[in-house]
């Protein structure tokens, strides 16, 4: 089976004004390996939600987290591994409550970290998803 790239797009596109190029997708399924690119509060049309709201965008992120897996067969049930990046400790608690309650009961493994910034200077936050769909679903 060849890699699944589900919701291909340029850079370019969702950076007009940077000058980047570069080819990718949103979620690529490997097998019954799901890897998704990071999610913030852009939604999956491009456009970014939650300007100075952590918890809109980590609510925004998983609701894509969710769309992004089930267009690549699977369920967030499936996940095993989240990196969660925040751009200030501040916005710990009110982000991971969010994504918390998505993944309620899933027991995943986690990592968080605390960065300097993200890709645009809006961004508070951002999830970084790894899921295995099993042999048996």
């Known amino acids: 089976m060849t890699h699944q790239r589900i919701r291909k797009f340029n850079t370019s596109e969702m950076y007009p004004d940077k000058g980047m190029d570069n080819d990718l997708c949103m979620a690529v399924r490997a097998g019954n390996r799901v890897f998704l ?17 952590a918890s809109a965008q980590a609510e925004n992120a998983m609701s894509c ?4 897996l089930e267009e690549s067969g699977a369920k967030l049930e499936h996940i095993c591994k989240v990196t969660i990046y925040i751009t200030d ?3 710990r608690e009110e982000v991971y409550e969010v994504v918390g309650r998505w993944l ?3 027991h995943v493994c986690s990592t968080g970290l ?4 993200l890709a ?3 961004m508070m936050m951002e ?3 790894e899921a295995m769909i099993p042999k048996d679903d």
Do not use: A, C, H, W
């Open 114 to 117: 605390i960065v300097k910034g």
């Open 127 to 129: 999830i970084d998803v």
């Open 37 to 53: 690119r990071g999610q913030t509060g852009f939604d999956l049309d491009g456009n970014m939600t939650g300007v100075g709201d």
């Open 104 to 106: 309620k009961g899933i």
């Open 120 to 122: 645009l200077p809006e």
């Open 65 to 68: 987290v969710k769309t992004l």
């Open 89 to 91: 400790r501040s916005y």
